[in-house]
């Protein structure tokens, strides 16, 4: 997997072995850690020059920004999910991180279950709603990490693999093959299953592109190279191309 596809993460923290087991263990569930600053302003740099598609921040950092004042910093520079790291839990701070709208707070010692469970809810909740909605951060669901999830942000999709999200342009994919609850999503590279059926996908995406051609597949109509009366081909797979499902195939072209 090529770091493009996968979510880019900055870690602000200044306990230097703490950050360092904090990266390895989001680089082993597979994230990118783009950076680690052990103060606001090297954050700052940081995030002006990388992709970051979620931050991790330490309330308590060194500096003459705390973990709070470097949030409203980058997030005045674009909007991004903000999960806090924290062993300060006083009402006074958590009134002022909450006019952050960070998507989560994960207490110090952390758990890795309860890391992936904010990092996964983190990335959900701001595909759904990219600006902040609400000053209060969202709660950690039950049984989030067992959830097979697929996401869509403009463009792209960000499907669910082990225990974390995978980005895929969603011009990149070619077809998607059912298997009863499973779906698998297929691009020139990579080939990607996730546990949603094919009517849940297309029912719950924006998908214009995509179009249903058997019960089993749909595709993606601008890579079909040809077809006929009972199949289509993209590159050099042939797929099946329903009775029942033909008339509204053909609806996607226009006529001349």
């Not at 209060?136 to 869509?152: F, H, K, N, S, W």
């Not at 082990?162 to 499973?182: G, M, P, T």
């Amino acid at each position: 997997m090529t770091s493009d596809e996968r979510i880019h993460i900055l870690i602000v923290e200044d306990e230097g072995i703490l950050a360092m087991e904090l990266s390895d263990s989001l680089e082993a569930d597979g994230y990118f850690v783009v950076g680690i600053a052990n103060n606001g302003r090297k954050a700052l740099d940081l995030f002006q020059r990388q992709r970051v598609d979620l931050l991790l921040c330490d309330i308590t950092i060194k500096g003459d920004w705390d973990g709070i004042e470097t949030v409203r910093h980058l997030t005045a520079e674009r909007s991004i999910p903000v999960i806090y790291l924290t062993a300060l839990t006083d009402r006074e701070t958590l009134e002022r991180a909450k006019q952050t709208y960070p998507a989560a707070y994960v207490n110090k010692p952390y758990q890795l279950a309860s890391l992936r469970n904010a990092i996964e809810l983190a990335i959900h909740n701001f595909t759904q709603h990219p600006k902040p909605v609400s000053a209060m951060p969202v709660p950690l669901e039950r049984g989030a990490r067992d959830r097979e999830t697929i996401l869509q942000i403009d463009d792209h999709l960000f499907v669910k693999q082990n225990y974390q999200f995978v980005k895929i342009n969603v011009n990149e994919l070619l077809y998607l093959e059912a298997d009863n609850v499973y779906t698998t999503l297929v691009t020139a590279n990579k080939k990607y299953v996730i546990r949603l059926t094919l009517s849940g996908i297309l029912e719950r995406m924006n998908l214009p592109s995509l179009v249903r051609i058997h019960r089993s597949y749909a595709v993606n109509i601008h890579k079909v190279e040809s077809f006929n009366d009972t199949e289509l081909n993209i590159g050099a797979q042939s797929l099946p191309l329903s009775r029942s499902y033909k008339e509204d195939f053909l609806l996607r072209f226009n006529h001349y």
